[in-house]
Nanobody
Framework: QVHLVESGGGLVQPGGSLRLSCTAS????????VGWFRQAPGKEREFVAA????????YTDSVKGRFIISMDFNAKNTVYLQVNTVEPEDAAVYYC????????????????????WGQGTQVTVSS
């Protein structure tokens, strides 16, 4: 069993930044694919970004150039999502998840590829 905990969400103004964290209890994330997803009210959960054990990263087009996913390889149990130049459309509950096995740029995107999920952290965008 893997327990993931997200943190770092909150209220942010358009154009602002924040950093989300995903920490795994008792296990090292560095050997897995870890993804960030988000879900806005009334919408399906969508892929945002993923990082694999080699450090390769994948992003959905709407966040490329604004979001950065990274892993703390020293601590080995925390994955970050730096959220920059926030837009109103970024408001959602953000979830981190561990994938089943390693992934590619294509297979990292489906929700069904992930087996363990955190409880989510709310990002609210308002001026």
């Amino acid at each position: 069993q893997v327990h993931l905990v997200e943190s770092g969400g909150g209220l942010v103004q358009p154009g602002g930044s924040l950093r989300l964290s995903c920490t795994a209890s008792g296990r090292a994330l560095s050997t897995w694919t870890v993804g960030w997803f988000r879900q806005a009210p009334g919408k399906e959960r969508e892929f945002v970004a993923a990082i694999i054990s080699s450090g390769t990263t994948y992003y959905t087009d709407s966040v490329k150039g604004r979001f950065i996913i990274s892993m703390d390889f020293n601590a080995k149990n925390t994955v970050y999502l730096q959220v920059n130049t926030v837009e109103p459309e970024d408001a959602a509950v953000y979830y981190c998840a561990k994938a089943i096995g390693q992934t590619t740029a294509v297979t990292a995107r489906p929700v069904s590829r992930y087996e363990y999920w955190g409880q989510g952290t709310q990002v609210t965008v308002s001026s």
